[in-house]
């Protein structure tokens, strides 16, 4: 469940924004921006069609809009598209909140309805995980690395993703330069080559330390007494180190200690793979402010052959 490039972590903005892409003159990323709805329009075949976004950032409701590309043979006007990525709980709110959803849940919270899906929101689905922390044997610890290095190894690793971020920058701009240097006319031949194949990572690998490395762990899949059709609902999770942060900064302020502590800890964590509630994504009475609230959720439910999948 890790992605892992050139030895780090390799999370969605990264992926989508590294590389030089951030220099790029027609990428604009708006911070501190909550999206309040897709806005929709009715185009020429009597299908709703989105235009753009309005969102709010800085205590202003704004704007973005798709532009429109020419298509190739008949020249015609092909939009682009609005990509929803908002999660399991807040992607149906958004769609709620642009008219899209059972007519009459949205009649009765003053939206406009524009589409009609009644199952946006519906069938969402909770998995519960308990995680317990166990002490290590003094034997035992004394044969792993102390927790202190993880600041260290924490510092290296902070260091290394900003100089690495610093040097996809860099190389995005020069191949911009690049690219241009090659469209403009020159005598003689052709424009230089620059084959493809795989380029060596730009900070070595090793560099990154403990936390580019999704680590050490073994799990297992059970079928308790409560499975219904004999399918693994249980997933059994062992990990040498405390891995996770809110478990492990949850367990200090019990605890009244700190993180950073000499103390060798192991995570065992138990989850719930099947649970037999679905709940429901709706829109209160706030749906239409400016400033989006938190969505509600409810207990729905739903025959045992309804669709596993989360909302969307």
């Known amino acids: 469940d890790f992605n892992i490039r050139d030895g780090k972590r390799d999370s969605a903005a ?15 990323v708006g911070l501190e921006a909550t999206v309040h709805k897709v806005d929709l329009v009715l185009n020429g075949d009597g299908q709703q069609e989105a235009t753009g976004v309005t969102y709010v950032q800085d205590g202003q409701r704004r704007s973005a809009l798709l532009k429109r590309t020419q298509g190739e043979g008949e020249g015609l006007n092909i939009p682009r598209a609005v990509v929803l990525t908002a999660g399991a709980v807040m992607t149906p709110y958004i769609l709620l909140r642009s008219g ?18 009644p199952r946006v929101g519906r069938n ?16 035992i610890a004394a044969e792993m690395p102390s927790t202190l290095e993880l ?29 241009q240097q090659q469209e403009q006319p020159a005598d003689g031949g ?9 380029t060596a990572p730009l900070v070595d690998p090793a ?33 040498p180190r405390m891995t996770e942060p809110h478990l492990a900064i949850r367990r200090a302020k019990a605890e009244n200690d700190t993180i950073m502590s000499d103390e060798r800890t192991m995570l065992v964590t138990v989850a719930l793979l099947a649970p037999e509630a679905r709940h429901r994504i709706f829109l209160n009475a706030t749906a239409k402010s400016s400033r989006p609230p938190s969505p509600s959720s409810s207990p729905h439910a739903h025959p045992a052959s309804s669709s596993s999948s989360s909302s969307s």
Do not use: C, W
């Not at 899209?100 to 899906?117: N, P, Y």
């Not at 260290?152 to 690049?178: H, I, N, T």
């Open 151 to 179: 600041g260290q190894q924490f510092m290296a690793y902070v260091q290394s993703v900003q100089r690495s971020r610093e040097l996809q920058q860099q190389k995005g701009k020069d191949k911009q330069q690049q690219r």
């Open 100 to 117: 899209i959803g059972q007519q009459g849940h949205l009649e009765d919270m003053g939206v406009h309805h524009l589409v009609t899906s």
């Open 190 to 198: 052709g424009s230089g080559g620059g084959g493809g194949g795989a």
């Open 207 to 239: 560099e990154y330390g403990v936390f580019a490395s999704p680590g050490i762990s073994t799990g297992a899949f059970l079928t308790s007494p409560y499975s219904k059709d004999g399918a693994p609902d249980v997933q059994l999770t062992v990990f």
């Open 14 to 28: 990264r992926a989508m924004l590294g590389g030089g892409v951030l220099s790029r003159d027609n990428l604009h």
């Open 124 to 139: 969402l689905q909770d998995h519960p995980a308990v995680g317990v922390s166990f002490r290590l044997a003094d034997q």
